[in-house]
């Protein structure tokens, strides 16, 4: 029977994750990774109350206990965004359902360090409330509306994105759904189905992406020998990522946003445009692990050691 220390809950395919295990082996600290997708295989007892969970996977028995968990990090979305998907049983369904609502459960392990806790997750995931916040701690964030009615606007361009991440399936194949830019004259009135963000295109821009563990901020210039106008995540494999210094007063409002959502782990996206910056959202659960290829900065250490300061 194990008693980790640490516990990562992600799932099979996530590459932060893995580098986060390894740097967990190499200085010898004692962790279990629960993979999400996984979790129908797992034999558990939960108790809430205690907390305590038990369980065994491919034979092998563990035990988080508050007695010697320290710190769990949670690589895992709190909306269900692939539950009720064309073609799925009603047994696949419910078996998502029920393993998601566990997963989220874990919660009751309150007195431990959490990057970050699902319960601060769900709500920091809500991006209007993301811009409300930041609005609110004085930094510029773009013009926004929520709609289903697109129009033109006063702006030279605009931005058409979901207010929640949006991934569609057709057949086999899934989608991500990207922000799309528009110019003025390109819009016209048309009434959907369901809403979105309409926002001020802040063309040209410079993209940054803003990792936050706790107290450190590492922030990485993203750009390209063309000028992306679009969304920069359509070309991620096609960029170049540079360490950038941000201004005392951005660095700061960085760390200020994510303890105000509390979080002590955040990917925020800024962009700086006629050399103002400007918020654009933040993820909770954010990815990092190509930064860390494209630039070899050691993200991955910087996790743990939060992980294993407490």
């Keep these: 029977m194990k008693f980790p220390k640490v516990l990562l809950i992600s799932n099979r395919f996530d590459f932060s994750t893995d580098f986060i295990a390894v740097e967990l082996a190499n200085q010898g600290i004692d962790f279990i990774r629960?993979?999400?997708?996984?979790?129908?295989?797992?034999t558990i007892d939960f108790d809430p109350i205690k907390p305590?969970?038990?369980?065994?996977?491919n034979g092998y028995s563990f035990t988080i206990s508050t007695e010697y968990l320290k710190s769990i990090y949670y690589r895992a979305p709190t909306f269900l965004r692939d539950i009720f998907q064309e073609g799925l049983s009603e047994e696949e369904q419910l078996i998502r359902t029920q393993w998601s609502a566990f997963v989220r459960s874990l919660c009751v392990f309150e007195n431990v360090k959490w990057l970050n806790n699902p319960t601060e997750i769900y709500k920091a995931e809500i991006k209007p409330y993301q811009l409300f916040i930041a609005n609110k701690l004085g930094i510029k964030i773009p013009k926004t509306i929520v709609s289903n009615v697109t129009r033109n606007s006063d702006f030279e361009f605009q931005a058409i994105k979901s207010i929640d991440t949006a991934i569609v399936s057709s057949g086999e194949n899934e989608g991500f759904v990207y922000t799309e830019i528009y110019k003025k004259e390109e819009l016209e009135?048309?009434?959907y189905t369901s809403?979105?963000?309409?926002?001020?295109?802040?063309?040209?821009?410079?993209?940054?992406?803003?990792?936050?563990?706790?107290?450190?901020v590492v922030a990485i210039k993203i750009t390209s020998d063309k000028k992306i106008n679009e969304d920069?995540?359509?070309?991620k494999d096609n960029l170049t990522y540079s360490i950038f210094e941000?201004?005392?007063?951005?660095?700061?409002?960085c760390i200020n946003y994510t303890k105000k959502l509390n979080l002590k782990f955040g990917a925020i996206d800024l962009i700086i445009y006629k050399n103002d910056y400007y918020f654009i959202e933040i993820n909770p659960t954010g990815e990092w692990s190509w930064l860390q290829k494209n630039t070899g900065y050691n993200f991955d250490k910087l996790i743990v050691k939060s992980l294993n300061n407490v």
């Design 189 to 191: 009135e048309v009434k």
């Design 232 to 235: 920069w995540r359509r070309y």
């Design 34 to 42: 629960i993979n999400r997708d996984e979790l129908k295989d797992y």
């Design 246 to 253: 941000l201004p005392k007063e951005v660095h700061d409002f």
């Design 195 to 216: 809403p979105f963000f309409l926002q001020q295109g802040l063309v040209p821009k410079i993209d940054i992406r803003v990792t936050v563990v706790e107290n450190d």
């Design 52 to 57: 305590e969970l038990k369980a065994t996977y």
